[in-house]
């Protein structure tokens, strides 16, 4: 086999082994409705990525030590080579446009109405913490309980800077802006405990602004 060949499938072999544990990670147990897309599509990107890091360093690799120094290689001057610039931008651009496809099923699901929802919570930040605010005016600070498999629609606006609503658990996050009211409908499929953590820089107790969510 060529040296050209050993290193291309050296280094495919090489990032399908580096991609083994972070894909199992990724498998974990999180769980909202849109836990099972949101996860194929971060699989999906780090694959992506790590392929094209596997062509990149295999390349990068290969050349160095082909045209090492004391090698006596023909080393020809590349120039004008039209063939080769349309390839890398045709490759590049079904690319990005196959991963836009990708996240199409994605993001539709998750910014659209859902009209079959069980109850409103308001959900206030401020620094640094949460307010949940219920439909019947009752509220609770730093957590909320709600029931597995209702559909809640999450009404989350700020009072002073902006902060962002995520969970990484239940594969949500949004932006809360002070003056705006941004929606997102939450449907939890596993009882649980979820933690929800500010993911907006928004001042010195940010590490601490942090919330449950409690799924019975
Ligand atoms: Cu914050």
């Given at each position: 086999m060529k040296m050209k060949n050993i290193t291309i499938l050296g280094s495919i072999l090489l990032g399908l082994f580096l991609a083994r544990p972070i894909i199992s990670a990724r498998a974990s147990t999180t769980d909202s409705t849109y836990t099972p897309q949101i996860e194929f599509l971060l699989t999906l990107m780090i694959l992506v990525s790590i392929l094209i890091a596997a062509i990149v360093f295999g390349m990068l690799i290969y050349i160095v030590v082909r045209f090492r120094?004391?090698?006596n290689t023909v080393r020809k001057k590349i120039q004008n080579e039209m063939r080769l610039e349309i390839g890398w931008v045709i490759f590049a651009t079904v690319i990005v446009i196959s991963l836009f496809a990708a996240s199409l099923p994605a993001t539709t699901s998750y910014f659209s109405e859902r009209k079959d929802y069980d109850e409103e919570i308001l959900i206030v930040a401020y620094q640094y913490n949460f307010t949940f605010v219920r439909e019947d005016n009752s509220f609770t600070v730093g957590y909320v309980e709600i029931e597995v498999h209702k559909v809640y629609m999450l009404n989350i606006t700020s009072t002073d800077v902006i902060h962002s609503f995520y969970s990484h658990e239940l594969s949500i996050k949004l932006d809360m802006v002070p003056g705006r009211y941004n929606i997102i409908y939450l449907q939890v499929r596993t009882p649980g405990t979820y933690e929800v953590h500010c993911?907006?820089?928004?001042?010195?107790?940010h590490y601490s602004m942090e919330a449950k969510i409690i799924v019975t």
């Open positions: 120094e004391g090698n993911a907006e820089y928004c001042g010195f107790g």
